[in-house]
């Protein structure tokens, strides 16, 4: 059994990696990053909802220091079970319900995974914690991955950091507060080795449809209208997947247990700057075939409910701490994106043909 090989201020060297949630978007980054760029061990653990993607595994796969278990955090015989088996020195939580819009529409699942799915989840990992000894149990952790969502919504100045008041305005945001004084609470009172951190919106490949940025992408490529909610002025920090992956593994190797770290990309834009951005690169990759320029078929919509203002995140003490640095520049992440989705149409479009994927949602309620 590989165990977690821990210099002072070095990190984890090899380790056993459980990732709940592996199958999403951020999970299975994190997935192929450690296959590709580590020794460790992987374990996804994850119940394959709408969202996710097997295919976004595939370059994991064929490694021999890979597995995977179907299973639901809110199960706790399943989670006990895969916890027990693999025996993890990490256990990183990214399983959890994320559209805004679908909890507007529908906030139960939302509760259900996110909050009660949480607290099996951490049951589960306090029990295992209690069995290990000595250096395998101080150098154990648990990290919750949250969102920047949960601090609510900023003005026209200042940025989110680790000491803002939490302040959640959607049932989405709610709920992963709810989560992060869930761990907080065990980390204090029961003493598991906890890290919690905060991210702005990622964006990147395997990106479900229903997200904004992939959304664009294939309306664009359909010929239909881009609906940008409101005024088009909502501002939002846009971080690279891949430099969030690589947060997250400072934060587990890493991080004190009992911190806190944000992430953000340091690229505020409005939506509309956003969805021009996209319509840019679109001309250039992929050209309508009327001549027209693909901003021409942006169209403002009804808000949704609760809509928030503005997000931005300070990584200031990421950076102190943990060494961590935004290297993927807004411009050309969004190009490579966009050029990502244009040469996997085989992926996205399965994923439309079988689900509702690619709509606007949240404005039942408006």
């Given at each position: 059994m ?7 201020g070095a990190?984890l ?11 999403g ?7 192929r ?11 996804v ?11 976004a595994?595939d ?23 895969a916890?027990q ?6 256990i990183?939580n ?15 699942p ?6 009660v799915?949480?607290?099996?989840l ?20 648990f ?10 919504s900023?003005?026209p ?10 302040d ?6 709610a ?13 204090h ?7 919690v ?31 940008v ?9 846009w971080l690279?997947?891949?430099?969030h992956?690589?947060g ?14 944000v992430?953000?990309g340091?690229?505020e834009?409005?939506n509309?700057e956003?969805?021009r951005?996209?319509?840019?690169a679109l001309d250039q990759?992929a050209?309508?075939?009327d001549g027209?320029q ?7 919509v009804e ?12 990584p200031?003490r ?13 411009d ?31 404005l039942a309620g408006?």
């Amino acid at each position: 059994m590989i165990r977690i090989v821990r210099d002072e201020g070095a990190g984890l060297a090899a380790s056993r990696i459980l990732i709940a949630g592996g199958a999403g978007f951020i999970g299975s980054a994190l997935a192929r990053d450690m296959i590709a760029h580590s020794h460790a061990q992987v374990l996804v653990f994850d119940s394959l909802t709408y969202a996710t993607s097997a295919a976004a595994l595939d370059a994991a796969r064929s490694d021999p220091r890979f597995s995977f278990v179907r299973g639901d955090i809110a199960d706790p015989a399943a989670v006990r079970a895969a916890i027990q088996s693999f025996s993890p020195d990490v256990i990183i939580n990214l399983a959890a319900e994320s559209h805004v819009d679908r909890s507007i529409d529908g906030p139960g699942p939302f509760v259900n995974s996110n909050i009660v799915g949480v607290f099996v989840l951490l049951q589960a990992a306090l029990e295992h914690w209690r069995g290990l000894e000595g250096e395998v149990a101080q150098a154990f952790r648990f990290h919750q991955v949250s969102t920047d969502e949960v601090f609510g919504s900023l003005g026209p100045t200042g940025a989110f950091d680790e000491t803002t008041r939490y302040d959640p305005r959607s049932p989405y945001s709610a709920t992963k507060a709810a989560a992060d004084h869930l761990v907080r609470a065990w980390g204090h009172t029961f003493g598991l080795p906890v890290v919690v951190t905060n991210c702005s919106n990622n964006y990147g490949p395997f990106q479900f449809p229903e997200k904004l940025i992939p959304l664009m992408i294939l309306q664009a490529l359909a010929g239909n209208r881009l609906p940008v909610y409101g005024d088009g002025l909502h501002v939002r920090d846009w971080l690279h997947v891949d430099d969030h992956v690589r947060g997250l593994r400072a934060a587990f190797e890493q991080g004190r247990p009992g911190e806190t770290y944000v992430f953000g990309g340091g690229a505020e834009r409005t939506n509309i700057e956003l969805v021009r951005s996209i319509c840019a690169a679109l001309d250039q990759l992929a050209p309508r075939a009327d001549g027209r320029q693909h901003a021409e078929a942006i169209a403002l919509v009804e808000d949704r409910p609760g809509h928030d203002r503005r997000y931005a995140v300070d990584p200031s003490r990421a950076r102190d701490d943990l060494g961590w640095e935004v290297r993927v520049e807004f411009d050309q992440g969004i190009r490579e994106t966009v050029a990502w989705y244009l040469n996997h149409r085989d992926w996205w479009e399965a994923l439309v043909d079988e689900r509702d994927a690619v709509a606007r949602r949240g404005l039942a309620g408006g």
